[in-house]
C-alpha cells in the first residue's frame, strides 16, 4: 500500500528560493522541491504543508499575522488531511527573527508543543497511528536582504540541533540534523538554492525509510 507524508514547515518546506527582493513572491518548481524529492525516491503519495513565515512556537508575528502559529497550523493540518501514514516537521527557523526575543530552549519549546499535538492520543488515532520525523533546520547567517530581521539569529540556530536532538529522543520519533547535510544560500542567509533541495530531499526520504 502506498504511504502517504505530510511535510509540515515554513518556506523552505514551502519551496521559497533564496529572496533577491522582498516582497517578491517566487517559488521552486514542484520537481524541485524537497518534499517532491523525497516523495519520488519514496514512492508516496505527498501533502505538501509549508507556509512561509510559519513559526513552531505560538506566536503572533507582528509583520507576517497570528496564523504564522505552527501549533494551530499543526492542528488544522492533521484534521484537514488523513489519513496519513508519515509526518515530517522542518521549523524553528521563523523562531529566530530578532523581534521574538527567544532562546533555543524556548525555540525548542515550541517544538515540543508541536510533538505534544502530533504524538497525542487525539491525532494519533485519527489517523491509524503515524510515525514522526523532527528535522533540524540547518544555521541561518544574517546577511542579504532579511539579514535585519534575523539579528542574532545565526547563534540561536547553532544551538538548536542538540536541543532538537534529545527532544527527538524523549518523544521517541526521528531526527535529522539538516545542517549535516544542507546549508542556507548565501544570497539571503535563510532559504535554499535548487541544489540544495535535491539533497534534502534524498536525505529525508533515507530518515523516513528508517522510521
Not at 544555521?139 to 544551538?159: C, D, N, R, W, Y
Amino acid at each position: 500500500m502506498t504511504r502517504t507524508i505530510l511535510t509540515f514547515g515554513d518556506s523552505n518546506t514551502h519551496g521559497t528560493p533564496p529572496i533577491v527582493t522582498r516582497g517578491v513572491y517566487a517559488r521552486h518548481d514542484a520537481t524541485t522541491r524537497w518534499p517532491r524529492v523525497m516523495a519520488a525516491e519514496l514512492g508516496c503519495e505527498l501533502i505538501e504543508e509549508g507556509l512561509p513565515g510559519r513559526t513552531a512556537c505560538p506566536l503572533t508575528d507582528p509583520e507576517m499575522g497570528a496564523h504564522m502559529n505552527g501549533q494551530l497550523g499543526l492542528r488544522i493540518a492533521l484534521e484537514s488531511h488523513g489519513p496519513i501514514d508519515g509526518l515530517t516537521i522542518m521549523l524553528g527557523t521563523n523562531d529566530c527573527k530578532a523581534h521574538f526575543g527567544l532562546t533555543p530552549e524556548g525555540i525548542t519549546a515550541g517544538i515540543a508543543g508541536l510533538l505534544a499535538i502530533a504524538c497525542g492520543e487525539p491525532m494519533q488515532t485519527r489517523h491509524g497511528g503515524f510515525k514522526v520525523l523532527l528535522i533540524c533546520p540547518p544555521p541561518v547567517l544574517e546577511q542579504g536582504p532579511i539579514a535585519q530581521v534575523f539579528f542574532g539569529g545565526a547563534t540561536k540556530s547553532l544551538a538548536l540541533p542538540p536541543l532538537y536532538a534529545s527532544l527527538a529522543r524523549t518523544w521517541n520519533v526521528g531526527f535529522l540534523d539538516a545542517g549535516q547535510h544542507i546549508a542556507v544560500s548565501p544570497q539571503d542567509g535563510v532559504h535554499y538554492n535548487a541544489a540544495t533541495h535535491q539533497t534534502l530531499g534524498l536525505e529525508v526520504a533515507k530518515a523516513v525509510a528508517r522510521l
